[in-house]
T-cell receptor
Framework: DGGITQSPKYLFRKEGQNVTLSCEQN?????MYWYRQDPGQGLRLIYY???????QKGDIAEGYSVSREKKESFPLTVTSAQKNPTAFYLC??????????????FGSGTQLSVL | QKEVEQNSGPLSVPEGAIASLNCTYS??????FFWYRQYSGKSPELIMF??SNGDKEDGRFTAQLNKASQYVSLLIRDSQPSDSATYLC??????????WGLGTSLGVNP
């Protein structure tokens, strides 16, 4: 079955530690996105990538980094510079076509907490 | 600043009733409108999208768009307890960047 796989489901970060969240899709989608969701807040865009080897900052990119070496994969690293990383992280993808770019398919999410 | 606003709720309706969820947006250039459903602790799932003024029906769901008044709504007919979730409104302009509302929490009581 096609879909988006995020791992791990739960992740704990120690102070000063970098952690990487995995996102893999087999939908052959061009674009991939990382969002952060905090309780009572809407989805906030961290980074997005429209093609391999290219990505753009979203609204809250500080303290995060990404790579897009393969079409299927878009890992997110939460660095030690991100002082408030506790949140639900969502990876999404979409393909480009008339009217289809905004139809996002989401992975199951990763809940990141600070120890 | 482009904004999308939704009543946070919670909205409570009895089983079998019609649930009406509303969303207003500030950017008159918005072209695409989406409703996502998100169960607690789960990821959002696209349930409806609409591009043109008027109504669009899909099963028990109807999306309504009024660009002149800058609002989009979602009606859920014959509401079921399984419809209890948070409903997120998202709007995109010609740059295709999605602007998200904070969501409306819906509870359907048996």
């Amino acid at each position: 079955d096609g879909g988006i796989t995020q791992s791990p489901k739960y992740l704990f970060r120690k102070e000063g530690q970098n952690v990487t969240l995995s996102c893999e899709q087999n939908l052959n989608h061009d674009a991939m996105y990382w969002y952060r969701q905090d309780p009572g807040q809407g989805l906030r865009l961290i980074y997005y990538s429209q093609i391999v080897n290219d990505f753009q900052k979203g609204d809250i990119a500080e303290g995060y980094s990404v790579s897009r070496e393969k079409k299927e994969s878009f890992p997110l690293t939460v660095t030690s510079a991100q002082k408030n990383p506790t949140a639900f992280y969502l990876c999404a993808s979409t393909t480009y076509g008339v009217g289809s770019a905004e139809k996002l398919f989401f992975g199951s999410g990763t809940q990141l907490s600070v120890l | 600043q482009k904004e999308v606003e939704q009543n946070s709720g919670p909205l409570s309706v009895p089983e079998g009733a019609i649930a009406s969820l509303n969303c207003t947006y500030s950017d008159r250039g918005s072209q695409s409108f989406f409703w996502y459903r998100q169960y607690s602790g789960k990821s959002p799932e696209l349930i409806m999208f609409i591009y043109s003024n008027g109504d669009k029906e899909d099963g028990r769901f109807t999306a309504q768009l009024n660009k002149a008044s800058q609002y989009v709504s979602l009606l859920i007919r014959d509401s079921q307890p399984s419809d209890s979730a948070t409903y997120l409104c998202a709007v995109a302009g010609n740059n295709r960047k999605l602007i998200w509302g904070l969501g409306t929490s819906l509870g359907v009581n048996p």
